[in-house]
């Protein structure tokens, strides 16, 4: 089942497919963008949610060796520690020819940022506009790392910014005007936990992050346990 609301087209998708139909959202969306430009900039947020769809999706024959990942968000912790997003979405893509252009959270930051950014232009254009992005949503409404009360969601001159500690890290995000300049936004939502949010973007409430954003092309893919309050 499928409806508007505002920005977003909205799929309710049964638990038992959602890893599959999801999959199959982003192999045409990535398909669609190397046909049309040669290559696909596909942007990977966090969270327990898109792990079996990675899977899925890392299955699929697509043209991988003309796919550049990067990241959505990213919290600051060390090679390897499993509090990084980049730990698993590389496990879940490991052996496919794709080009990793992760960001940055050790070093001089602000200049990891700067040379994240500059990678970035020469595959996605100046400024960066990312073919496929994914997002996830949470509970408090914060969606990447836009944080409810953080200073980076009022940012409108960074592409990539670091925010205030949450839940225990302080983060590098893509920031609103990044995330609207996406060509689509696919948002992964599940969990009885985030229907309270999901109604709350779906009503353009903009007192949750999330509502913030207005990409062009937008579908949220939620299951029906998040859809139980529309």
């Not at 959202?25 to 900039?41: D, K, M, P, Q, Y």
């Not at 893509?93 to 794709?98: C, I, S, Y």
Request: hydrophobic share 45%.
């Amino acid at each position: 089942m499928m409806r508007r609301a505002g920005p977003h087209t909205i799929e309710i998708v049964e638990s038992e497919r959602f890893a599959s139909r999801a999959a199959d959202v982003f192999a045409v969306a990535i398909s669609a963008a190397v046909e049309l430009r040669g290559t696909c900039v596909l942007a990977l947020s966090g969270g327990s949610t898109p792990a079996a769809v990675f899977a899925e999706l890392a299955a699929r024959p697509l043209p991988w060796d003309r796919v550049v990942v990067t990241q959505v968000d990213e919290r600051l912790a060390p090679e390897g520690d499993p509090a990084r997003n980049l730990t698993g979405q590389q496990a879940a893509f490991d052996g496919l020819p794709v080009r990793w252009l992760p960001l940055a959270v050790e070093g001089q930051i602000n200049k990891e940022i700067s040379d994240t950014l500059d990678a970035l232009s020469e595959v996605a254009g100046d400024p960066p506009i990312i073919d496929v992005l994914h997002l996830g949503l949470g509970s408090d409404g914060h969606t990447a790392s836009l944080i409810p009360g953080d200073p980076v969601l009022e940012l409108t001159d960074q592409a990539v910014a670091l925010t205030n500690e949450y839940q225990g890290h302080r983060r590098v995000t893509f920031t609103r005007p990044m995330l609207d300049r996406s060509r689509l936004i696919v948002w992964l939502v599940t969990g009885a936990d985030k229907a309270d949010a999901l109604v709350k973007l779906a009503n353009g409430d903009t007192s949750i992050p999330a509502s913030l954003l207005h990409p062009p092309n937008s579908l949220i893919l939620a299951d029906e346990a998040a859809a139980s309050r529309l």
